[in-house]
């Protein structure tokens, strides 16, 4: 089961700026480099950086504005999710240096080019607008140097590949926070999410699939929290949309399941790639299993 995700494409970049300044900056910073990129993506693609892509003309159907940031928009769907995903581990800055992870995925592969001049450009990040230069770009999936300072080379594009695992206990590290509707980490919810997640975007890709949803919540059900050790962290960002502060609240930590696991380890590594729970844009719903 589950070998339809094979299908989704992706690039994973892992992206290294500097700066001169001595910048201040928060512990988790994935909302203010999304927030710095988008601005400078608008500001490339955008014929009136108004991103009103309701009204744009048809010739603009494939602006990469729209590819990324449209996709996922109420007015698109309240189910659609954007087609990439910025990481910032927790401190991914210091000593001058931010490194952060940059996927895209569907049709967000189709950006890559555009993608690459905002970041060759730089980005001015944080509440001071600080300006981080473009050093290095690895590809995530195999090392290799995308751009090493001076040149640049042709990314290669992965896609999803499964593995067979067998296993009767399994821990999760959420290693940003998990963002649902009820913050529950009990196993059911967890594969609920990444069900969720996973099939919208087979969706969006175009992909068919035949999953029976019903039995495979029924199954999860039958997989116990044996132990936990997580907290409740909220995070403060500023949403240029609403124009004010919000508060984010997820889990963060590891919980240990135990159980028939076997048919759930594929969505399990998908949500490892590709997060789970809400706000993924911005890096919030990362996972590692062990």
Known sequence: MFEELQRIQYYRFNIYMTTTDNALMSEWLGSAVRGAFGTELIKLC???????????????????????????????????????????EKYCYR???????LTLFGNGVYTVKDVFKVLAKGLKIGRNRTFFKLTQIIDAETGEA???????????????????????????????????????????????AILRRASTIMTQCGNEFNWDFNQLIQN?????????????????????RAEKKMNISGIVGQAVYS???????????????FHVGKLCVMGLGKIKVN
């Open 146 to 192: 995308v751009y090493d300072g001076v040149f640049w080379k042709e990314p290669q594009i992965h896609s999803f590949s499964l593995t067979e695992k067998s296993a009767d206990n399994i821990r999760i590290d959420f290693m940003s926070p998990f963002v649902a509707k009820q913050n529950n980490i009990q196993f059911e919810y967890i594969i609920r």
């Open 220 to 240: 999860a059900k039958r997989v116990k929290l044996v132990s936990e050790n997580v907290e409740k962290l909220t995070l403060t960002r500023y949403s240029n």
């Open 46 to 88: 955008c014929i009136d950086g108004k991103v009103k892509c309701e009204s744009c003309s048809e010739i603009f159907s494939s602006c990469s504005a729209k590819t990324l940031f449209h996709t996922g928009s109420p007015s698109e769907s309240s189910q659609a999710v954007n087609p990439y995903i910025i990481y910032c």
């Open 95 to 101: 000593d001058n240096v931010l490194t952060f992870e």
């Open 259 to 273: 159980g028939d696991i076997k048919e759930f380890i594929p969505l399990i590594m998908f949500a490892e790639k």
